[in-house]
T-cell receptor, first 117, second 112 residues
Framework: EAGVAQSPRYKIIEKRQSVAFWCNPI?????LYWYQQILGQGPKLLIQ????????DSQLPKDRFSAERLKGVDSTLKIQPAKLEDSAVYLC???????????????FGPGTRLTVL | TQLLEQSPQFLSIQEGENLTVYCNSS?????LQWYRQEPGEGPVLLVT?????EVKKLKRLTFQFGDARKDSSLHITAAQPGDTGLYLC????????????FGQGTILTVHP
């Protein structure tokens, strides 16, 4: 079974530039998550999709971050414009169950390491 | 807001030693998961514990969920260099169904 795919793996941009990340979840997984992981910290949830609808985006900085999952499968996360503090690893994860499933075992992709100069 | 605190943050030990990592919260979780993350990779699920007082063993790793479902521990027996990595606990349920709250992680280094 193929895992969660993410691209690119690495990205270096200058502040105020734009960047987009792509994620393809495990086939059949209804729920997709984007996390931000700053060096030395645990992942922080940015946004959670159930199929193509947003379940939780309470910690997404909506003035510069946006995400979509138009057909309920793959997803893109965009930052525009980027700031120095956005340097982090952006992880995508997926899970089988809906948000009602409190066990919520998630499977993570390898992440995209973003460096903002 | 649910918070999970892990301790210690850093652990550097010699091969063959035992160690314990703790994960504590003031909130109740319906389940708690432990992940291991290697550099350049995403976290990989090790175990899910769901019942208060539950103990699960995975080879040399022993996971325990506190009776009140507010805390958990990970014990590694006879650590090996291959155990090196970032260990993360994550809680689910309670006041935020479906959302995982992660601890800040414990960086474990096992020296040969």
């Amino acid at each position: 079974e193929a895992g969660v795919a993410q691209s690119p793996r690495y990205k270096i941009i200058e502040k105020r530039q734009s960047v987009a990340f792509w994620c393809n979840p495990i086939s059949g997984h209804a729920t997709l998550y984007w996390y931000q992981q700053i060096l030395g910290q645990g992942p922080k949830l940015l946004i959670q999709f159930q199929n193509n609808g947003v379940v939780d985006d309470s910690q997404l900085p909506k003035d510069r971050f946006s995400a979509e999952r138009l057909k309920g499968v793959d997803s893109t996360l965009k930052i525009q414009p980027a700031k120095l503090e956005d340097s982090a690893v952006y992880l995508c994860a997926s899970s089988l169950g809906g948000w009602e499933n409190s066990y919520n075992e998630q499977f993570f992709g390898p992440g995209t390491r973003l460096t903002v100069l | 807001t649910q918070l999970l605190e892990q301790s210690p943050q850093f652990l550097s030990i010699q091969e063959g030693e035992n160690l314990t990592v703790y994960c504590n919260s003031s909130s109740v979780f319906s389940s708690l998961q432990w992940y291991r993350q290697e550099p350049g990779e995403g976290p990989v699920l090790l175990v899910t514990v769901v019942t208060g007082g539950e103990v699960k063993k995975l080879k040399r790793l022993t996971f325990q969920f506190g009776d009140a479902r507010k805390d958990s521990s990970l014990h590694i027996t006879a650590a090996q260099p291959g155990d090196t990595g970032l260990y993360l606990c994550a809680g689910s349920g309670g006041t935020s169904y479906g959302k995982l709250t992660f601890g800040q992680g414990t960086i474990l280094t096992v020296h040969p």
